[in-house]
């Protein structure tokens, strides 16, 4: 009943910039943290960047100064601005979220399906 989407993704040059979205839907009663992973090919899933309920945040190294994570309460949603994207960027992109769904006692980990980004050279 609960359920990630994601958007935003595409093929971008090297330099260039994309906004990726996620919103969560469902019976939800609360959200804890949300983030972003990044799985490139022949790679694990990792982290890329998190937000807190309260906007505190974590990047990965490699998104440091180049990604923000932000996100809209009020609507569910978490945004991953990338600006002077690289090559090495390219992979699928999951929208990650712990979120308590209603009628429920204990929080959940939930997945999107993955948004493709690459980048040219």
């Known amino acids: 009943q609960v359920q990630l989407v994601e958007s935003g993704g595409g093929l971008v040059q090297a330099g260039g910039s994309l906004r990726l979205s996620c919103v969560a839907s469902g019976s939800i009663f609360s959200i804890n943290h949300m983030g972003w992973y990044r799985q490139a090919p022949g790679k694990q899933r990792e982290l890329v960047a998190e937000i807190t309920s309260s906007g505190s945040t974590t990047y990965a190294d490699s998104a440091k100064g180049r990604f923000t994570i932000s996100r809209d309460n009020a609507k569910n949603m978490v945004y991953l601005q990338m600006n002077s994207l690289k090559p090495e960027d390219t992979g699928v992109y999951y929208c990650?979220?712990?979120?308590?769904?209603?009628?429920?006692?204990?929080?959940?980990?939930?997945w999107g399906q993955g948004t493709q980004v690459t980048v040219s050279s």
């Open positions: 990650n979220a712990e979120i308590l769904p209603r009628w429920y006692t204990a929080s959940r980990n939930y």
